[in-house]
């Protein structure tokens, strides 16, 4: 019952216009980072949050829609049970177990792969047509165990994988030459984390491919400056974690500049997680970053980046070394 109307001869609601709905999964310090970009970034007209955590979960929502003055409007809702996120076009996994001190790898994603089938068939129930980004770690093995228990193609499942490397990536190079990081264009591939491949011929800035730039005027370059840089995108994550104990800010960017991408049919290139069987020579189901455009129907396709013969090794060695776990899954 509406018992004050401030405004008079309001027309009746004519809005035909399909609403865009965005859930994110697990609202701990990276699923609200994401949340807060989506929203500030007026990116959807609904935003539901789902976690196991009823009191943290309402806190969250609440502190949101607290907001509501300063933002573009958008519905915020949030829900323990999944029913809440019935007839999303994205949603975003961030839900994770934490690592308890001497726990092996193997047996946190045994945990997580637990989570995950809590998490994953309730979504897929209530929005069959979605698509899946998964942020979770570790993404690569995460991103196939949600497309494994989700059914869907294989475009409709994505993981963030080496979006945020190369944002960090793109960052250090525009520091060590001092441009904006938004003129660099370089791409970091492979597993996101410690196996990951930096190409080095990708590099551009402003259109000039860097390397061959340095090459044709002869300008002597070392090589250990481009590992250095490499080192320090793998090491960013374990300095920030080590300083303030989790990621959040780059991560959030990161995610939400993939959802504009999908949500808006935006068809822009982005090195993310994708099933990658047959590519580069790599076999089996096995998720992997490669730079993939990305639109309203998820991957669109991956383009055919000239890896040299180093650069395939090492991509293919990480597909190695992920399949060896996933083996180990029963999944
Ligand atoms: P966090 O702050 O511990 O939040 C995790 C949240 O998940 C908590 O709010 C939990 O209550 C919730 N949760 C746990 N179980 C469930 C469940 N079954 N259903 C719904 N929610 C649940 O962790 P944080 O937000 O820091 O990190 C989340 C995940 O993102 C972790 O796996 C990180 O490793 C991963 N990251 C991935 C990155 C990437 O580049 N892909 C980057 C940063 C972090």
């Known amino acids: 019952q509406v018992f004050f109307r401030p405004i008079s001869n309001a027309a009746p609601p004519s809005s035909t216009k399909r609403q865009t709905k965005i859930s994110v999964i697990g609202v701990g310090n990276v699923g609200m980072a994401i949340a807060q970009t989506v929203l500030t970034q007026d990116l959807t007209d609904e935003l539901v949050l789902v976690d196991v955590n009823a009191d943290k979960l309402r ?5 949101l829609q607290h907001a509501a003055a300063f933002l573009p409007r958008t519905k915020i809702l949030a829900s323990v049970d999944y029913d809440i996120t019935a007839g999303s076009d994205l949603c975003i996994v961030t839900a994770g177990a934490r690592q308890i001190p001497g726990e092996s790898r193997l047996n946190l994603l045994q945990r997580n792969l637990s989570l995950f089938r809590a998490v994953i068939p309730p979504l897929v129930r209530y929005s069959p047509d979605t698509i899946l980004l998964i942020v979770s770690n570790p993404v690569d093995i995460l991103t196939y165990v949600a497309w494994k228990l989700s059914g869907f193609p294989s475009n409709r499942v994505i993981g963030s994988g080496t979006n945020l490397d190369s944002s960090r990536f793109r960052f250090l190079i525009a520091d060590h030459l001092d441009v904006n990081a938004q003129d660099v264009q370089a791409y970091i591939v492979g597993e996101h984390g410690d196996s990951s491949v930096a190409l080095w011929s990708s590099i551009s800035v402003g259109g000039i491919p860097v390397l061959s730039f340095l090459k044709k005027q002869q300008i002597a370059y070392e090589k250990e400056t481009l590992e250095q840089i490499h080192k320090t995108v793998i090491d960013s994550a374990y300095e920030v974690i080590n300083l303030k104990g989790y990621t959040s800010w780059a991560i959030g ?26 590519i580069y020579g790599i076999d089996g189901d096995v998720f992997l970053s490669l730079p993939s455009q990305l639109g309203r129907g998820g991957t669109l396709g991956i383009t055919n980046v000239h890896l040299n013969e180093e650069e395939t090794k090492r991509l293919k060695d990480s597909a190695k070394t992920i399949l060896e776990v996933q083996g180990q899954l029963g999944i």
Not at 253 to 266: C, E, F, G, H, T
């Open 253 to 278: 960017y990161s995610v939400a500049n993939l959802a504009r991408s999908i949500i808006r049919d935006q068809r822009k290139i982005h090195p993310v997680s994708v099933l990658a069987k047959g």
């Open 59 to 63: 806190g969250e929502m609440l502190d």
